[in-house]
């Protein structure tokens, strides 16, 4: 199991320090903004969604580790994704990094959080970008926050 978790930790600082899609999307359609107050993540999502898939997505922002890699590997996984899927996705890593279940097989890449439940702070970090992009959907003005 510690293979197992050196391998999750080396992911997770890869897609930190070298964060995917990190960057505006001039053609998005839809976006919205999100801030963690109890460590300063901020973060912006933007989607261009099309007939109900996820054409192309991205995020801008500073956070900490957890929270860069969490948008970036998020981002990778929704590419191409139906609205249904996305919120499928979305119920699977909120259970699996609170806690709650989830199936980290059926979650790719972003199984690498299944670690963030055994710390109730990181919970937060982890899911920042998720409840954005759920803002961002259903084209909420209000930035989304974590408190």
Not at 54 to 65: K, L, M, N, R, T
Not at 100 to 110: A, D, M, R, V
Not at 130 to 136: V, Y
Request: aromatic share 6%.
């Amino acid at each position: 199991m510690s293979y197992l978790n050196d391998l999750y930790q080396e992911v997770i600082l890869d897609h930190s320090k070298n964060p995917r899609n990190c960057s505006a999307l001039p053609e998005a359609n839809r976006q919205a903004e999100g801030y963690n107050p109890l460590c300063g993540d901020k973060v912006t999502v933007y989607l261009k969604l099309e007939d109900g898939i996820v054409q192309d997505i991205s995020f801008e922002g500073v956070g900490c580790a957890i929270s860069t890699a969490s948008a970036s590997l998020m981002t990778e996984a929704l590419k191409g994704k139906s609205v249904m899927e996305v919120e499928a996705l979305f119920g699977s890593f909120h259970s699996l990094v609170t806690g709650k279940g989830g199936e980290p097989e059926q979650l790719g890449k972003l199984a690498v959080f299944h670690g963030v439940s055994e710390f109730p702070v990181r919970v937060k970090c982890a899911t920042l970008v998720w409840h954005t992009l759920k803002a961002a959907l259903k084209e909420k003005q209000q930035a989304v926050s974590t408190e």
